[in-house]
């Protein structure tokens, strides 16, 4: 079955320093992934995606992520945090074999600190 | 343009009542979604449809529920009877084109179940 994971519930991280949130995923073939945040009483807005190629992906905002295919991972990075990052992020995956249906993980909420 | 709209923000309704929500998505978007997160865990994918038709329906929890897209632009989802466990917020998104591409979401629509 496929799965999302987001080991952490919460991430704090002080402004300028750089920050992480983790993501593993479990699929039968190989993924499409996602990353998207959401900001309050706002719909999920899309950060940037692997889908092939280099595994290093630059996404909006100077959010980066890096896919592991050995670890099945795709944790989100940003080399310096800003207060304004502050919000609630979820990593998605897609199969590639099993159509348009996407799982997301609980999501990880990000506090930055001034 | 206008992004992916959803109606009401908020519904409260007594256990056994009827509840519809309604989803515009963007213009030209021939991918529509609906996912429910209950508070604090993973967004579920509930269905896709591609233009009029529902493509994957996988995730709707029983047939309590009911999606439509009438004409292929707007959707409906409406619960009925609602019960207690069907409270959380459900947010509808669009897509273009591919599976690779990405999804854009509406702000949602918090329903609690009394």
């Known amino acids: 079955a496929q799965s999302v994971a987001q080991p952490e519930d919460q991430v704090n991280v002080a402004e300028g320093n750089p920050l992480t949130v983790k993501c593993t995923y479990s699929v039968s073939g190989n993924p499409y992934l996602f990353w998207y945040v959401q900001y309050p009483n706002r719909g999920l807005q899309f950060l940037l995606k692997y889908i092939t190629g280099d595994n290093l992906v630059k996404g909006s905002y100077g959010f980066e992520a890096e896919f592991n295919k050995s670890q099945t991972s795709f944790h989100l990075k940003k080399p310096s945090a800003l207060v304004s990052d502050s919000a609630l992020y979820f990593c998605a995956v897609r199969d590639k074999a099993g159509g348009f249906k996407t799982i997301f993980g609980a999501g990880t909420r990000l506090f930055v600190k001034a | 343009e206008a992004g992916v709209t959803q109606f009401p923000s908020h519904s409260v309704i007594e256990k056994g009542q009827t509840v519809t929500l309604r989803c515009d998505p963007i213009s030209g978007h021939d991918n529509l979604y609906w996912y429910r997160r209950v508070m604090g865990k993973e967004i579920k994918f509930l269905l896709h449809?591609?233009?009029?038709?529902?493509?994957?329906e996988s995730g709707m929890p029983n047939n309590r529920f009911l999606a439509e897209r009438t004409g292929g632009t707007y959707s409906t989802l409406k619960v009925q009877p609602a019960e207690l466990e069907d409270s959380g917020v459900y947010f509808c998104?669009?897509?273009?084109?591919?599976?690779?591409?990405?999804?854009?979401f509406g702000p949602g629509t918090r329903l609690t179940v009394l």
């Open positions: 998104a669009s897509s273009q084109g591919t599976m690779y591409n990405e999804q854009f």
């Open positions: 449809f591609v233009k009029e038709s529902k493509q994957d």
